[in-house]
């Protein structure tokens, strides 16, 4: 019986050092799948590092790319084939997962979308809340 | 880039004259809808079969046809891919109900023979013309064939092999296939990869128009046509478009039944002639004495095309809803010996396979089977 109030308190401090200062999480993941992201809104905190864990349960490779209009419409005409060397702009391969730490300085919505052919227009889009 | 698939195209053709005069029309058919492709300006291969998909994932499959026959416990396929021009490699993937005894070329009229029966209409083709998790065990291969210019691998395995196995072999799939290959795999792991070259085919001599038809032969108890898949990489708004012949014993019972969006156009028993033509081509010996052709023309929008099409040849409505696609293997169980169909499906469905299209761009590299 005394294991129970032991697992609480440790249970209860991961959750404190997994959030910024205003209670977002620091360490959010994000699971593709069926070609569609979930959860499709995420919330973090400005000003922190925020480790985003990118799981990509599809055979085939998906992007997860974040930021403003601007961005998303650069890479609707795009020609990169891969993603990796900003940390706002990944490709995930098939049955894989990655990593990425982003410090969010502005608060606001911004869509993150998979820019692959038809990936879009088929739904896989989602919004990350900066608070 | 757009890729394009045309139906197949249909002809006119004079009242039954003798046999010899009669195969030799209807090879002249197929001339006269290569000179219509090239009229029109079509320069991507096309498939007679399947859902297509081209290198950047766009869709443009206008009209597909397939054949499929079930005699004696054997479910017959017949398709066709065919060569409209261009370069480049393409591919497809065709889901199946069982492992194939036999994949070969197909016979040269079978499916204009019975698009003759049903549709005797002159009509123009159609034109539109890193950190691995979880690493999938690998698809089996459990057959490998070259058919003139098409590599064809058959494969076992879910969802996730299948699509690994697919992108590892230069194919390059829509959003939805992950969905639609664990549909699949689900009911029957098994799925047909089939890559055509165009390079190849301009070097053996193939010309615009000339069609690669390809008869598979798959032992099982509950025969389907795989329909979902004709849907792979549309928009859910698209259209699909496709006619499926079934010839069976008996006037079958369908499922999901035919309505608005699948209509039956055809529904007679077949005449002597018919059956005559079709069991004359090559590899049709198996095409019985008497028998219930069925004809559908599926036309609507790829969202609502969520289903497969189950047959059972009694006629009795025991059309299995899982080999409809209509209930989940784990929800529904086996289907129960009665509920099977019967032994005699002389089911020729020409169904325009061209249904499986899952293609691609630039292949990576090359079928080891590759014989050319």
């Known amino acids: 019986m005394r294991a129970r109030p032991t697992a609480l308190a440790v249970a209860s401090a991961l959750l404190l050092a997994a959030c910024g200062d205003g209670g977002s999480p620091t360490r959010v993941e994000l699971t593709m799948h069926y070609s569609a992201f979930s959860p499709r809104t995420l919330t973090v905190p400005r000003g922190v590092p925020v480790t985003l864990v990118l799981r990509n349960d599809d055979p085939i490779a998906h992007e997860w790319i974040v930021g403003d209009d601007s961005v998303h419409e650069r890479h609707r005409t795009g020609t990169e084939p891969v993603h990796g060397e900003r940390p706002t702009e990944l490709t995930v391969p098939g049955l894989a997962e990655r990593t990425t730490v982003v410090t969010f300085e502005r608060p606001g919505d911004y869509r993150f979308v998979c820019h692959l052919p038809g990936h879009e227009s088929y739904g896989m889009t989602g919004v990350l809340r900066v608070v | ?372």
């Open chain 2, 1 to 372: 880039m757009t890729w394009t698939f045309r139906r197949r195209a249909l002809a006119v053709l004079p009242e039954p004259a003798p046999r010899r005069l009669r195969l030799s029309r209807m090879r002249r058919i197929a001339s006269t809808a290569a000179a219509t492709a090239l009229l029109l300006g079509l320069t991507t291969p096309a498939y007679a079969c399947g859902g297509l998909v081209g290198p950047n994932g766009a869709v443009n499959l206008l009209r597909t046809t397939t054949f499929a026959g079930y005699a004696d416990g054997v479910e017959h396929y017949v398709t066709s891919f065919e060569f409209a021009g261009g370069g480049g490699e393409f591919g497809s993937i065709i889901p199946l109900p069982g492992v194939p005894t036999s994949v070969v070329r197909g016979g040269d009229w079978t499916l204009q023979r019975l698009a003759k029966e049903t549709e005797p209409v002159r009509r123009l083709a159609d034109a539109g013309s890193e950190v691995a998790f979880a690493a999938a065990a690998p698809a089996e291969v459990i057959l490998e064939v070259t058919i003139d210019a098409l590599d064809i691998t058959v494969l076992k395995g879910g969802g996730d092999e299948v699509g690994v196995w697919a992108a590892d072999n230069g194919f390059r799939l829509p959003p939805d296939a992950p969905e639609v290959l664990d549909f699949y795999a689900e009911r029957s792991p098994i799925f047909l990869a089939a890559r055509f070259d165009a390079e190849a085919a301009r070097k053996r001599g193939q010309q615009v128009g000339d069609g690669t038809p390809i008869h598979v032969a798959i032992p099982t108890d509950d025969p389907w046509v795989p329909l979902r898949i004709l849907g792979l990489g549309k928009q859910a708004s698209e259209p699909v478009e496709a006619d499926v012949y079934l010839l069976t014993e008996r006037r079958p019972s369908l499922l999901p039944a035919p309505r608005a969006t699948m209509p039956l156009v055809h529904d007679a028993r077949a005449s002597d002639l018919l059956l005559d033509d079709l069991r004359s081509d090559k590899g049709m010996e198996w095409v019985p004495r008497t028998a219930w052709l069925s004809k559908l023309a599926i036309s609507g929008p790829a969202g609502e095309l969520t289903h497969d099409l189950a047959i059972d040849e009694t006629g009795l409505g025991k059309s299995s809803p899982v080999a409809a696609g209509l209930a989940r293997v784990s929800a529904a169980g086996p289907p129960p010996a009665e509920e099977r169909v019967p032994l005699w499906l002389v089911g020729a469905v020409a169904a325009l396979l061209i249904a499986c299209g899952v293609v691609v761009g630039p292949l990576a590299r090359r079928l080891p089977t590759d014989a050319r």
